[in-house]
């Protein structure tokens, strides 16, 4: 294919971007980058009471954090309403629109549909028939100086240069009102591709219901962009192998229309969060360390004052175990309150039972004049314990775990230990030999 591909996004700002538009936008992209042609945004903004400027900044946010640069725009259509007003007058000294006046005098534009067959060779589809005669004349020009969504598009394709239109398949409906569009202005016709669309797990289309939809909720739970930009692309497209994990180049590479899928694409929170946790283990704690700072003080813990090394050992240990972001959060809490959340099952599995309080007291007494408080002395100090007691190591290391981080599952013990500090950890024990052994008793909560 020749390198005269010009292909477009066209959003409109009446809300966040979709995860199906976003979608549609990285086709769009990966197609011009493959075909080393042009990506141009554009803002369908003519909708004056839904459209807002803090949709478009969102979209703009979105489309820049995702990685998709644009090459042209963003256009805006209501800066444009005198280039539509031009082009509908045209159409009505032509003879194939005319004015219509409402019942306050107020005048609009409506165009003429011909009768006859409409045949769109859709890239994805085929062939797809349409009877116009069952398509009634249609306002393109609104009394208020607004265009209508089918001819503002037309218009604003024909004069940027757009040669491929790749948009989701609901807008099929839309294409033999854009094509008479494009016939009675003599304007060349570019080829259409639609997409199908994404439906939620539970085979209905994808909404609110299902869970984040737009890709702003996504980067708030900590998803990492590249993560979510390979889970989209395989969402009704396949590289022609099983491949799964396939990076930005590569996509480029290998995107054509060709292997985009006929039907509906199903959207998997399983599969995203597996595929971001790939993408995880695979960045270098360097460069997950700053994004993490980042996240943690947007969630409200603050961690200016921490020394990058502490941030980098904690992502380290971390690493194999956490999906997104605020997974890491989630299991790593502990370490930044000082009231704990203690697990009732855990607490009663590993901490009711007889003898335990006793146990912990010498683990106490066996780590506290450790002088280096690192994993390893540590581990030195508690093989020792074991020895000592005659018990093997995993009689220690679940109550430790339970009375240091409140849950019955954590990253290695020793690291977490070392990461938790001193003071903080014979502080925790101190507190669970003196109010959770024993008889058992509901616990929520508590300040350590």
Known sequence: MSSNVKVRFAPSPTGYLHIGGARTALFNWLFARHNKGIFLLRIEDTDQQRSTDEATEAILDS???????????????SKRLSVYKQHAEKLVALGKAFYDTDEEGRKAIRFKMQDGTTEINDLIHGTITFDASLIEDFVILKADGFPTYNFACVVDDAEMGITHIIRGDDHISNTPKQMALYNAFGFKMPEFAHIPMILGEDGSRLSKRHGATSVTEYRDRGYLPHGLVNFLALLGWSPGND???????????????????????????????????????????????????????????????????????????????????????NQTRFFFTDAIEYDQAAVDKFLKKDGVGELLKEVRA????????????????????????????????????????GKSVSAGIFETMELLGRE?????????????????????STTV
Not at 247 to 275: G, P
Not at 286 to 314: C, H, M, N, R, Y
Request: aromatic content about 10%.
């Open 366 to 405: 066996a780590i506290a004049p450790v002088d280096n408080f690192g994993q390893k002395h540590l581990e030195d100090a508690l093989r020792g314990l074991t020895t000592k007691l005659g018990v093997g190591f995993s009689k220690l290391a679940q109550p430790i775990r339970v009375a240091i981080t």
């Open 63 to 77: 489309m820049k954090w995702l990685g998709l640069d644009w090459d042209e725009g963003p256009y805006f259509q």
């Open 424 to 444: 903080k950890v014979l502080n925790r024990l101190d507190y669970t030999t003196k109010h959770l052994c024993g008889k058992s008793e509901a616990v929520k």
């Open 243 to 329: 491949q799964e994990i396939i990076s930005l180049q590569e996509m480029i590479e290998k995107f054509t229309l060709k292997r985009v899928n006929k039907t509906s694409a199903q959207f998997n929170n399983t599969k995203l969060d597996w595929m971001n946790g790939q993408y995880i283990k695979n960045t270098p704690v360097e460069q997950l360390t700053p994004a993490v700072k980042a996240f943690f003080g947007k969630s409200g813990i603050d961690l200016t004052a921490t020394p990058a090394a502490w941030i980098s050992s904690l992502v380290k240990l971390h690493q194999e175990r956490f999906k997104t972001f605020q997974d890491l959060i």
